[in-house]
């Protein structure tokens, strides 16, 4: 009884002291949040990485490579990727490894990702192609992989 009583003494307490429960009202909840307006940055301009985590990680992931261990180079780009996933260098990068694994799907799927990043980096592009020619053919594609030449030579001209 005596705990009973001590709870509504204090729900009685914090009740009549003022503190409220209630909903904001419509039009505090309809207005809108006071923001800066932002510089537009073009979907497929894609600035090289500048954030020493991303650097430190290919970095890592470079010697890892060269060392032979391509497992642990993907793991290192694909950290890289959560940081900075609009970083169509990166997704190169990680084609490049998947290539080198055979796991030529992968390597494919993950080129043309890149290509759709920054359709307008021509190099990258041209590249992007060359690891889609040699995952096709790879998997026994001659068509598909003469098509993907076909793209990365046009790609080299311009």
């Excluded at 996933?85 to 992968?106: K, V």
Aim: glycine share 4%.
């Amino acid at each position: 009884m005596i705990r009973h009583f001590r709870n509504s003494f204090l729900f009685g307490i914090l009740l009549h002291s003022g503190c409220s429960l209630q909903a904001p009202s419509i039009e505090q909840q309809t207005q809108e949040p006071e923001t800066q307006p932002q510089e537009s940055v073009p979907a497929d301009t894609v600035p090289a990485p500048s954030n020493t985590a991303v650097d430190s990680l290919l970095q890592q992931a470079q010697q890892a490579t060269r060392q032979g261990d391509h497992t642990a180079a993907a793991g290192l780009v694909e950290r890289a990727l959560r940081i900075t996933p609009r970083n169509a260098t990166l997704w190169h990068r990680l084609a490049q490894i998947r290539l080198a694994q055979g796991q030529y799907e992968q390597a494919e799927s993950t080129a043309l990702r890149s290509n759709a990043i920054a359709p307008s980096d021509k190099v990258l592009q041209a590249e992007n192609w060359s690891v889609i020619e040699r995952a096709r053919r790879s998997r026994g594609d001659a068509a598909g992989a003469r098509e993907a030449s076909q793209k990365a030579n046009l790609l080299e001209e311009q």
